[in-house]
């Protein structure tokens, strides 16, 4: 059937399908390079990586050798410079539209990629919240501690009050913290429920939540989807990747949302702000949000609290619906 002969609703489907087609293809064209060319990329850049690895560790060290209190702002000053230094080193372009609020505030973004952390640690100072097991790693986790990271333990519900208080300190002390909330496995095309845990922190340190958002586009325009890698070897894969293909970062801060929104109510305040920015994030993202159903509970106790919003070791991105 001639396009000519489609009413206007099907000529305009049938002429977007063939736009994304086209553009699709002309994006997979661009980003295709021969292997000499990706090796001679990748080499290339090697040393500028190493390099800004090395100043950014120094930049770190030095400034967890400050007394007192200095210690946690420079520590978060020197993650932000170390992190803008490694992206600039892989070749990773960065755009922002708007700046962060000043002062403290709880950061929440929607992590799709390991890059997530460089990026919003590079756009501003923040002290990130971390997985306990990061501290374990080498020279990642001195590193992460000298900065001033917060560590968690998801696994152990008990030690939660603590650490909601640990990071609503901080943000007592004018920090922005920043989390990842999501629960379960992250989607490519959804935002999945937050958990209300770190919401609980900018409840009792009356601070606002900033959500913000991250996309990724090759050097053509043409948006990536660079996904979390599952264990070491698709971390390497994927840091070949990013040094054979540049790419733009760009960061969204969205409207902040008042932490206290029912009264004064916690579990209200909580529960509708977490809400509130999944959607708000999910519409800047052009995703969908989605609501987490648990596993269903067979032992007849129930249901254990949510761990705090971690920055986790790498897990596996749950496909489209």
Not at 76 to 94: E, F, K, M, N, Q
Not at 119 to 140: D, F, Q
Not at 171 to 196: K, N, Y
Not at 286 to 294: A, C, K, L, V
């Amino acid at each position: 059937m001639s396009p000519a002969l489609l009413g206007g609703p099907d000529r305009e489907r049938l002429g977007g399908n063939l736009s994304g087609t086209v553009r699709a293809g002309i994006c997979a064209q661009h980003e295709s390079r021969g292997a000499h060319q990706l090796t001679a990329a990748v080499m290339s850049r090697l040393p500028l990586v190493v390099g800004a690895m090395v100043l950014g560790a120094l930049l770190i060290v030095l400034a967890s050798l400050a007394p007192g209190r200095l210690r946690g702002p420079l520590g978060a000053w020197a993650l932000h410079r170390a992190s803008r230094l490694l992206l600039r080193g892989l070749g990773v372009r960065r755009a922002q539209r708007t700046g962060p609020r000043s002062g403290a505030s709880l950061v929440v973004a929607n992590d799709m990629s390991w890059l997530d952390v460089l990026v919003l640690s590079a756009a501003a100072p923040v002290l990130p919240v971390a997985n306990a097991e990061v501290a374990g790693w080498p020279l990642i986790g001195s590193l992460a501690r000298r900065s001033g990271t917060i560590f968690i333990n998801p696994r152990q519900l008990s030690g939660l009050p603590s650490d909601v208080e640990r990071i609503a300190t901080a943000m007592r002390r004018g920090h922005r913290v920043m989390v990842f909330p999501t629960v379960g496995s992250r989607r490519a095309s959804a935002v999945s429920q937050f958990r209300t845990a770190p919401f609980q922190s900018a409840v009792d340190a009356a601070v606002v939540v900033s959500p913000v958002v991250v996309t990724y586009r090759g050097s053509t325009g043409c948006p990536l989807s660079p996904g979390l890698p599952v264990d070491r070897a698709a971390l390497v894969d994927s840091l070949i990747g990013i040094l054979a293909h540049r790419r733009t970062a760009e960061v969204n801060w969205l409207p902040v949302i008042p932490a206290i929104v029912d009264g004064g109510h916690p579990a209200g305040d909580r529960a509708r702000t977490a809400a509130a920015a999944q959607r708000a994030i999910a519409r800047a993202s052009q995703q969908r949000p989605t609501r987490h159903i648990p596993a269903p509970n067979t032992t007849g106790r129930p249901h254990r609290a949510q761990p705090v919003g971690v920055v986790d070791k790498p897990t596996e991105v749950a496909p489209a619906a």
